[in-house]
T-cell receptor, first 115, second 114 residues
Framework: EPEVTQTPSHQVTQMGQEVILRCVPI?????FYWYRQILGQKVEFLVS????????KSEIFDDQFSVERPDGSNFTLKIRSTKLEDSAMYFC?????????????FGDGTRLSIL | GESVGLHLPTLSVQEGDNSIINCAYS??????FIWYKQESGKGPQFIID?????DKRQGQRVTVLLNKTVKHLSLQIAATQPGDSAVYFC?????????????FGAGTRLAVHP
């Protein structure tokens, strides 16, 4: 069964450094998402992406965050200058279409630890 | 405001029993709901979905019930097995511009005992 894959599984970074989290969505999916989950809390929406542009973003997704689809298969999340509070699990998801009837499928996440 | 919440943070059941996990949502305009299962160290795994024009949907050993009158969603797992032990999240789709922003509930931990 096709799946969303994320790398790395764990990233440890010094505060203030840039990180790039990588995702390979399911191949025929057109809609891409990033979510995060702080330890012990619920999953929170960060951003959605379609047709090479951001379609929606949350208040968490400030100027320090950016997303990119650099080629036909990868989807990345960049945090320019990491803060301690960015420590969380980051999940990538993809869906075949929009419209409220297409489930989003998630990867197993990248655990980001900021020191 | 937007919120999806869960009544019970932890549910313990005996193997073979049926489990019922509940969820309340607050946005009456939401039209699509999904249940996800999250095992330790893994991402949310799609279990079953339901649209707002339905009140019941069945899958393999799972049933989702939707009561729009009281804005309540439940997940029923028949003959619960140890492999069902996980955290279960309900999620609500806000069709905001058509891009399926998922709003997750806080999660219920299901513990299955032999």
């Amino acid at each position: 069964e096709p799946e969303v894959t994320q790398t790395p599984s764990h990233q440890v970074t010094q505060m203030g450094q840039e990180v790039i989290l990588r995702c390979v969505p399911i191949s025929n999916h057109l809609y891409f998402y990033w979510y995060r989950q702080i330890l012990g809390q619920k999953v929170e929406f960060l951003v959605s992406f379609y047709n090479n542009e951001i379609s929606e973003k949350s208040e968490i997704f400030d100027d320090q965050f950016s997303v990119e689809r650099p080629d036909g298969s990868n989807f990345t999340l960049k945090i320019r200058s990491t803060k301690l509070e960015d420590s969380a699990m980051y999940f990538c998801a993809s869906s075949e279409g929009p419209g409220g009837n297409q489930p989003q499928h998630f990867g197993d996440g990248t655990r980001l630890s900021i020191l | 405001g937007e919120s999806v919440g869960l009544h019970l943070p932890t549910l313990s059941v005996q193997e073979g029993d049926n489990s019922i996990i509940n969820c309340a949502y607050s946005n009456s305009a939401s039209d699509y709901f999904i249940w996800y299962k999250q095992e330790s160290g893994k991402g949310p795994q799609f279990i079953i979905d339901i649209r707002s024009n339905m009140d019941k949907r069945q899958g393999q050993r799972v049933t989702v019930l939707l009561n729009k009158t009281v804005k309540h969603l439940s997940l029923q797992i028949a003959a619960t097995q140890p492999g069902d032990s996980a955290v279960y999240f309900c999620a609500e789709i806000l069709y905001s511009g058509g891009y399926n922003k998922l709003i997750f509930g806080a999660g219920t931990r299901l513990a299955v005992h032999p």
